[in-house]
């Protein structure tokens, strides 16, 4: 899941609840979707974006991930065109 609000800057957050699984498990649905938004805020808008992991965050390809998150931030209209 994606929050995203219009900003004059760029930042981002990242959480996990504990529904996600142990720390390992949460730490590494964090860094996945960490990697995920370094690969591609070039292509972002100017905002505050907050990721927050479910529970299947982990049982999901990372392709499939990445693909979920692209089209998120469509919907949110926060990609440059």
């Known amino acids: 899941m994606v929050f995203y609000n ?3 800057t760029k930042k981002v957050g990242f959480t996990a609840s504990k529904k996600v699984g142990n720390a390992i498990k949460r730490n590494l649905a964090k860094r996945r979707l960490r990697a995920i938004f370094l690969e591609i ?5 100017d905002g505050v974006y ?5 529970e299947k965050i982990n049982h999901l390809p990372y ?3 990445k693909k979920g998150i692209l ?4 919907k949110l209209n926060c990609v440059k065109e």
Not at 41 to 45: F, G, I, P
Not at 50 to 54: L, R, Y
């Open 63 to 65: 392709d499939t991930l």
């Open 50 to 54: 907050v990721f927050v992991a479910k």
């Open 6 to 8: 219009q900003d004059t």
């Open 71 to 74: 089209w998120s931030m469509k």
């Open 41 to 45: 805020q070039h292509t972002l808008s």
